[in-house]
Each structure stands twice: as C-alpha cells, then as structure tokens.
C-alpha cells in the first residue's frame, strides 16, 4: 500500500510542470513605445526569461510562461525590443495560451 501510495505521488509531480516566473500579459498595455523603459518592463513582468543582443547594440527582452497539468495547460509569451539606450521600441511578439 505505501508503495501504491508513493508511486501515485510522484506521478502527480510529474504530470505538473511549470517553465518562467507567471506574469500578466495584459500589463503589456501600461508600456508605451519611445517611453518605457527595460525597469519598467521588468517592474510590471517580473525578470525576463532571456535577453539576446542585435548588431546595431539594442537588446530582445523576452518573458515566457508555461505550465501544464495532466488536463491542460496555460501560458505566455512576450518579447520586447529595446533601443541602445534601453528605451521601448515596439512589442516584438505577443501570445497566450489556456487550455
């Protein structure tokens, strides 16, 4: 019976995974391209999953979430381009999931 007990356990651990720190796609909304900054950004969403430099010295920020369970699952994904000077340019991409 512990046995039975032990293997149902972790199979309930192992059928939830969760990837990136949940934040709420919609603060998106509160930044303003030419006006927020990367703070702000990383205020509003928390600290950003990956980061990648481009030639012209700007950086994409970028913001992932993902969770699922044996019924489903959620999610977010936002990327965010900011110029040398860690101003907002535009929002690169933008999606969420839930199922």
């Known amino acids: 019976m512990r046995n039975l ?5 972790i199979s309930l651990v ?3 995974t969760t990837i990136g720190n949940k934040f709420d796609p919609q ?3 509160l930044l303003t391209p030419q006006v927020s ?4 950004a990383t205020l ?3 600290p950003p999953m990956a980061q990648s430099s ?3 010295g700007a950086m994409l920020y970028q913001w992932q979430y993902a969770q699922g369970t044996l019924v489903g699952g ?3 994904h936002v990327a965010i381009l900011f110029d040398s000077e860690g101003t907002m340019v535009k929002v ?3 999606s969420s999931t839930e199922t």
């Open 54 to 56: 481009m030639p012209d």
């Open 44 to 46: 509003l969403l928390g």
């Open 27 to 29: 603060n998106i909304n």
């Open 92 to 94: 690169q991409h933008m």
């Open 5 to 9: 007990f032990l293997v149902l356990i």
């Open 74 to 76: 959620s999610g977010a």
């Open 14 to 16: 192992a059928a939830c």
């Open 37 to 40: 900054s990367i703070s702000d």
